[in-house]
């Protein structure tokens, strides 16, 4: 087998924790076995020759992914266990490979040595959901000074913050002693969005705040500060903007009647509003303002109760921007009421209105914008020559269209849609340039997961935004938000 890299060297230690990451890909269908030896390297030598071998682990990399976090009994020679144990965690990345640059500094740090002043060096440290913390990072150790400059660094925004930019950072000063007992300075907490406020030339700031010392003494103000000269966002994903239509034809059901899709129960969701709080949900991950364009299609709307096929449901034609999922859903019971459910059910107008929007974004040079249509649908489509001829045009463009097929109608025309099975034709033949198309009966995931709904729902996402932008010879351009595509590796 192949032999990944090493840790660095933990000294004087009988507790490490080490900082270094490995990245292996994972396959699913396939058994990975993986060993891991701990040595104990002599204080002269680095090689690991003269090092006493302190115990191996054998497991899978399947068991680790699938416990998260193992923790077995290091054997030594002759597979007898001693005392020690080593623990591996496991992370998903994503098939993200954003990665920021942080250069901290620190100034008036607390002097904890006697003869000489503190050897500070900084550690961050993500908070999980479940409450433990990762750490992400440790500096090195900058010896006898109270204002140290550390070394910049690269770490990924997946190992930050999980791709959570609101996800709470904990930072600590250290003065690292030659027995390992190191000193405590101070700490401080941050999150990633904070840490963005070091671009283009500002800096951020921290008190270093020791609690006993705070909790003991009235006149104590800190241990210090903390500065964050740069933060450099290395992205490469484009922004994905997602936009939503909802179905309001009659074939779902008069609203009032319990049998409706759109049936307005005053505790329970319908089915669109599971299907979209589901979908929308995943995608909301994705989306880079997390703001959603609403539309409708397929109902009589007033004041003149015409029908139309792509009104904003807000009522808002400037602006049918909702704020988050939670938004659109509000914007969806609030007209709801004010609607006459109406047909036909046409897809192409929708689908032609994102397509605009999308080839207004071709005039720019490099990738940025890439549009994804997610359609909620009862099923049986009216105008299916002009939708193909829709799809065939927007197959050119950067987007890409999510039908959700709601309720239990018989869903044949979608799967025609979505060009799994065949490649897709306008009516005068010609074909998709690439399947832009995704078809996901609700039904069958309505008691599945969320992770199950999510691959099923953006599987092929990723590789169509790709497909498009490899097709124009353009790379995806580097952002400054943070975008995330989960494929699956550890």
Not at 113 to 131: G, T, V, Y
Not at 307 to 313: L, Q, Y
Not at 346 to 366: H, R, Y
């Amino acid at each position: 087998g192949a032999i990944l890299p090493r840790t660095e060297v933990i000294r004087t230690c009988i507790n490490p924790v080490f900082s270094k990451l490995f990245t292996v890909d994972f396959y699913f269908e396939e058994v990975q076995r993986l060993r891991f030896e701990v040595h104990d390297i002599s204080s002269n030598h680095n090689g690991l020759k003269e090092a006493d071998f302190l115990g191996g682990m054998e497991c899978t990399l399947g068991q680790i992914v699938s416990q998260r976090k193992l923790s077995k009994s290091l054997l030594k020679h002759g597979n007898t266990a001693g005392k020690s144990s080593i623990t591996v965690i496991a992370e998903e990345l994503s098939g993200n490979d954003d990665y920021v640059e942080l250069s901290f500094s620190a100034r008036k740090l607390d002097d904890k040595d006697f003869f000489s002043k503190s050897d500070p060096f900084l550690e961050i440290f993500r908070m999980n959901d479940d409450a433990t913390q990762q750490l992400v990072h440790r500096t090195e150790v900058v010896m006898n000074n109270l204002n140290p400059a550390w070394k910049t660094f690269k770490v990924s925004v997946n190992s930050l913050c999980s791709g959570d930019q609101d996800r709470r950072l904990k930072c600590i000063v250290w003065d690292w002693d030659s027995n390992g007992k190191h000193d405590f300075i101070g700490e401080f907490s941050s999150t990633f969005k904070e840490m963005r406020g070091a671009m283009e030339g500002r800096q951020v700031q921290w008190e270093c705040i020791n609690p006993k010392y705070k909790a003991k003494k009235k006149s104590y103000k800190n241990s210090g500060i903390v500065i964050l000269n740069q933060c450099k966002h290395h992205g490469t994903l484009t922004f994905l903007v997602f936009q939503v239509a909802i179905d309001f034809t009659a074939s779902n059901g008069d609203p009032r009647n319990s049998c409706s899709l759109h049936y307005i129960h005053p505790y329970q969701p319908n089915e669109y509003l599971k299907a979209l709080v589901a979908v929308g949900e995943i995608c909301q991950d994705y989306d880079s303002d997390k703001m959603f364009p609403a539309f409708g299609f397929g109902a009589r709307i007033p004041p003149e109760y015409k029908v139309s096929h792509d009104f904003a449901i807000n009522f808002n034609e400037d602006n049918p921007e909702c704020a988050g999922i939670q938004g659109v859903v509000e914007a969806y019971q609030s007209c709801l009421p004010k609607l006459q459910l109406y047909g036909p059910t046409n897809i192409a107008p929708i689908i032609q209105k994102v397509a605009k929007s999308a080839s207004e974004e071709t005039n720019t040079k490099e990738a940025s914008q890439y549009f994804i249509l997610l359609i909620l649908t009862d099923g049986v489509i009216t105008d299916m020559a002009d939708t193909r001829e829709a799809i065939v045009h927007a197959s050119h463009l950067p987007m890409s269209v999510i039908i959700v097929g709601v309720g239990n109608a018989d869903f044949s025309d979608m799967q025609m849609l979505d060009g799994d099975d065949g490649i897709l034709r306008s009516p005068k033949g010609e074909p998709v340039l690439r399947d832009i198309v995704q078809f996901v009966p609700f039904r069958n995931f309505k008691h599945a997961s969320p992770a199950a709904l999510a691959k099923s729902v953006l599987a092929e996402v990723p590789n169509q935004v790709v497909d498009y932008y490899n097709g124009k010879g353009i790379k995806p351009k580097c952002v400054s938000e943070y975008e995330s595509s989960r494929t699956l590796a550890p």
